[in-house]
């Protein structure tokens, strides 16, 4: 009887190892996706805060005038972080709204290179200007960069000029 026991024990302890070795990888693979969404969300964030304090910073009043196009580009740059929006750089493509999404061959004025970012501002509205800003987006985990190989987060802010 002792004898049955023990062996019962033991297949169950190597039933529990096998269903280890087959589980863990699926959830190491799900935590690193889990990780590169919350990396989506940060830099989305980022992208989106830098774009709303450059378009305030841009329709702000300035003795008779708004702020000139390198004065925004500085500002945004000084209130970006060096670690989540490294290489803030302007681009100039005509129109200065990207396209939502950035596709196709004509797009490619809207697509920083890996790990880098564009601002555009768009002063062609009489009574507003609008900032913004695209990432480019590149998944850490093999699996997921299989499926999303570059994503690009587009963030913009509009704002009414006070001038």
């Not at 690193?32 to 709303?52: H, K, M, N, T």
């Not at 490294?86 to 005509?94: G, K």
């Not at 009489?126 to 800003?133: E, F, L, M, P, Y």
């Amino acid at each position: 009887m002792l004898r049955t026991l023990r062996r019962v024990t033991e297949r169950r302890a190597g039933q529990a190892l096998v269903e280890f070795a087959v589980v863990i990888p699926v959830f190491f693979l799900l935590m690193l996706g889990i990780l590169d969404l919350g990396r989506i969300g940060l830099y989305f964030v980022a992208a989106s805060d830098l774009a709303r304090s450059g378009a305030r910073y841009a329709a702000n009043y300035d003795n008779g005038g708004g702020f000139t196009d390198a004065q925004v580009v500085a500002y945004v740059k000084q209130q970006a972080d060096g670690l989540t929006m490294a290489n803030l750089t302007q681009a100039s493509c005509t129109p200065a709204t990207p396209p939502n999404p950035i596709t196709g061959a004509t797009a490619s004025c809207y697509k920083p290179p890996a790990g880098s970012s564009y601002i555009f501002i768009d002063r062609t509205s009489a009574t507003g200007v609008k900032v913004s800003i695209v990432y480019t987006f590149e998944a850490t985990t093999p699996m997921v960069r299989a499926f999303f190989q570059t994503y690009y987060l587009e963030a913009s802010a509009t704002m009414v000029t006070e001038y």
